[in-house]
């Protein structure tokens, strides 16, 4: 099946700062979400996204399809943002199954005042 | 006028109980999911189901069973609970495979003791 990879695995800022996650794919895909899972555990939408560039307000995202990447941007990060980022994919393929997620391990994100 | 809602939160019991966990979305979408995500926050599908198919990914053992009453509704039926099935366990919705933009619910934690 497809592969999903999110790098970094671990990350620590401080409040203010920017960055940049990552998410590889392994084939071409129909569907591409990102997803914040807060503190309590909520899975929460962020973008859906399986080509070009998305913004909402601090976050946005660029997917390039035809080079099977996805990068997420966080900018002036606050405490709030903390949390765990989840890659999802819907991989091309007709058959059974085509339109399940397949998750990526996630970035552990962590804001510190 | 929560969009996707799952009860109960929490759900602690023994071993070899059967129980079951309801998901309910208000979207009109035409197609539900569960996933499992385990203790190290993996993300797994575990199926997929529309008015149409049924789509249940191959590790699932069949101690699961989804049932889905209305177009609404996907609950999960477990049998003979083992202690491995302790997972948080989310219902999703998407309006059709041609718009798979999926809203997750809050999750059930489920404890085998």
């Known amino acids: 099946g497809i592969q999903v990879e999110q790098s970094p695995p671990d990350l620590i800022l401080q409040e203010g700062a920017n960055s940049t996650l990552r998410c590889n794919f392994s084939d071409s895909v129909n569907n591409l979400q990102w997803f914040h899972q807060n503190p309590w555990g909520q899975l929460i939408n962020l973008f859906y996204i399986p080509s070009g560039t998305k913004q909402n307000g601090r976050l946005s995202a660029t997917t390039v399809a035809t080079e099977r990447y996805s990068l997420l941007y966080i900018s002036s990060s606050q405490t709030t943002d903390s949390g765990v980022y989840f890659c999802?994919?819907?991989?091309?393929?007709?058959?059974?199954?085509?339109?399940?997620?397949?998750f990526g391990k996630g970035t552990k994100l962590s804001v510190i005042p | 006028d929560t969009a996707v809602s799952q009860t109960p939160k929490y759900l602690v019991t023994q071993m070899g109980n059967d129980k079951s966990i309801k998901c309910e979305q208000n979207l009109g979408h035409d197609t539900m999911y569960w996933y499992k995500q385990d203790s190290k926050k993996f993300l797994k599908i575990m199926f997929s189901y529309n008015n149409k198919e049924l789509i249940i990914n191959e590790t699932v053992p069949n101690r699961f069973s989804p049932k889905s009453p209305d177009k609404a509704h996907l609950n999960l039926h477990i049998n003979s609970l083992e202690l491995g099935d302790s997972a948080v366990y989310f219902c999703a919705s998407s309006q059709d495979p041609s718009d798979n933009e999926q809203y997750f619910g809050p999750g059930t934690r489920l404890t085998v003791t």
């Open positions: 999802a994919v819907e991989p091309r393929y007709s058959g059974a199954g085509s339109y399940q997620l397949t």
